[in-house]
């Protein structure tokens, strides 16, 4: 009976924690980890995240808020791909050096600034280096902040909950 009800719940983690990128539902805001092994994304910055402003989704499309998260980084780290996918744009936008990559799902991911070290159309891994951080970024109160920002289609969602740990369970022990 024991063993029937572990591999039951087991079941049941492995249908609610195992999320493909295209369902995974990164629209809250938790604390980040630097890896969620669930759906298989990766920080954008090596080591733990010091978030400086997190996501403030605005009323309407046009209005104020925060479409990304700032992460405090060192100046010259290197800015990773946070999962699997295609380059599609790597240039400057309205004088700021951005990278855009898309994923499965219909997701998008943005990093600015960042001197781009990919180019349009070029395939990368998820934890690949895209470029490297540098300063400019506005309100930063560190040396070098990297605004993160992600989307679904039109709609800005919160970054952070792509690295959410959900869940942790703990091993059943004989009574």
Not at 137 to 165: K, M, Q
């Amino acid at each position: 009976m024991r063993c029937a009800l572990a591999a039951v719940l087991g079941a049941l983690v492995v249908a609610v924690l195992a999320p493909s990128p295209s369902t995974a539902d990164p629209g809250g805001s938790r604390a980040p980890s630097t890896r969620s092994a669930a759906v298989g994304w990766v920080a954008p910055l090596p080591g733990a995240l010091t978030v400086t402003r997190g996501f403030d989704p605005p009323a309407h499309a046009y209005g104020p808020g925060h479409r990304g998260a700032d992460l405090a980084g060192p100046l010259g780290s290197p800015v990773l791909a946070a999962g699997d996918g295609v380059v599609v744009f790597a240039g400057t936008v309205a004088g700021r050096p951005v990278v855009s990559i898309d994923h499965a799902g219909g997701l998008r991911t943005t990093y600015e600034p960042v001197d781009p070290a990919v180019a349009a159309g070029q395939r990368v891994a998820g934890g690949s280096p895209i470029g490297a951080l540098l300063p400019g970024h506005a309100g930063c109160p560190a040396d070098a902040c990297l605004h993160w920002g992600l989307r679904r289609g039109e709609g800005y969602l919160d970054p952070l909950r792509l690295l959410a740990v959900r869940v942790r369970l703990l091993p059943l022990r004989d009574a």
